[in-house]
């Protein structure tokens, strides 16, 4: 479903319109907070190498996320309010907030724990992201990054932070191992047009307010699906809004998701998991008092 069309008929035809699919998120539990999962969902697995999008709606700033594994993919954390405390088997310890990014890389391996900074006040509201790692990565080094400071870009209709890749000729310092680009918009009322790469498929996430995206009204909750092809974006708001435009070249692997692993293969996920539980050295140790996160086998394997 996320590929180029290729099965033109020959002689052309006259381009598709723009593709605009508003699909609802999914409510979940994430340590005992609600969060509204636009990614991945029934028909869209991923948009370009971005593969799991949480949102973590206004919620009491109580995150208590124990040692967990990873594998295959990038975690991308981005805060409106609030702060967290990361901690991972690398021996990172980086407290996030808002404006700031922090990107972990999986590869072959790594835990880490998720924590509201003491002490604890407030709400808590953000993104988790997960971005799939290519073949030529996912099996390599794990690592982590923070940053302080992210690009803008200052546009007609609102002020563009640049999470990931390049936009509107600001580039983040973020590692990207596919082409890609997350960038956090924040609209006052009005409207205003903002350029895309035709190359890259696109998606939007809102945070808070709502957008009018050609016709249709965008809230909080729900994953617009914009499609390939387009090179600009219309927004209109009338209200101050926060939104999050995800976008790559359309990724080519086939994934196998479980929990926290992104794998090609149930094999794959057989042994993350039994590494897990058997807690060896593969994902290492976290430096919290936390437990750690247990899981179910995976159900092929009952
Ligand atoms: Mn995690």
Partial sequence: ??????????????????????????????????????????GRRTVGAWCFADHLTPVPNAADIGPHPHTGLQTVTWLVEGQLVHRDSLGSEQAIRPGQLNLMTAGNG???????????????????????????????????????????????????????????????????????????????????????RPEFEHALIVLSGAVGIDGELVRPGALAYLGLGRDELALETVEPTRAIVLGGEPFAETLVMWWNFVARTRDEVDAAYAAWTEAGERFGTVDTTLPRIPVAAPFWQV
């Fill in 110 to 196: 790594v835990a880490h724990a998720e924590e509201s900074a003491r002490p604890v006040s407030g709400m808590l509201h953000g993104l988790q992201l997960w971005v799939a790692q290519p073949e030529e990565t996912r099996h390599g080094e794990a690592a982590f990054e923070h940053h302080g400071v992210l690009p803008r870009a200052e546009l007609p209709g609102g002020v563009a932070t640049v999470l990931v890749g390049e936009y509107a000729g600001a580039t983040s310092p973020a590692r990207h191992d596919t082409p890609l680009v997350g960038v956090d918009l924040d609209l006052p009322p009005g409207a205003g047009v903002w350029p895309l």
């Fill in 1 to 42: 479903m996320s590929g180029p069309v290729d099965d033109l008929p020959p002689g052309g035809s006259a381009p598709e319109p723009p593709v605009l699919e508003i699909g609802a998120s999914r409510e979940a539990n994430v340590g005992g907070m609600r969060v509204l999962r636009a990614l991945p969902r029934k």
